[in-house]
């Protein structure tokens, strides 16, 4: 009884900490953007340097699409490897909210 208790418990703590599927999904960046381009229709909405100082640059990229909502986040390293960090539905610009000047509040 106690071995089938532990044994379930190790399993289901394993697969609570397993990592999301897209996890391993690495590869070249030209094979990544592709992918992503051609078989999700999503393009390039945002982008931003991480790292700096004397660390190894990276690049986040978001990529998104309007005509289906998806958006996928990658990591793309100074070799030129892109690995995929988040990917989800429902995707939406927020505009920039925008005060006439002099107005507070």
Known sequence: M?????G???LF?????????FANACGPRE???DRLE??????????????GGGKKMAILE????????TFTVILTNAEGMSCILAAGT??????PDL???GIDG
Not at 38 to 51: C, D, I, K, P, T
Not at 62 to 69: A, H, I, K, N, R
Request: no cysteine; net charge positive.
């Open 8 to 10: 379930t418990a190790l």
């Open 38 to 51: 051609n078989h999700y229709s999503e393009a390039r909405s945002a982008a931003g340097l991480q790292g």
């Open 99 to 101: 005060r006439p000047a």
């Open 90 to 95: 429902d995707w939406f610009q927020h505009a």
């Open 31 to 33: 094979m990544v953007v």
């Open 62 to 69: 978001v990529f998104s699409s309007d005509t289906t909502g």
């Open 2 to 6: 106690f071995k089938r208790l532990v």
């Open 13 to 21: 703590g394993m697969a609570a900490a397993a990592p999301p599927a």
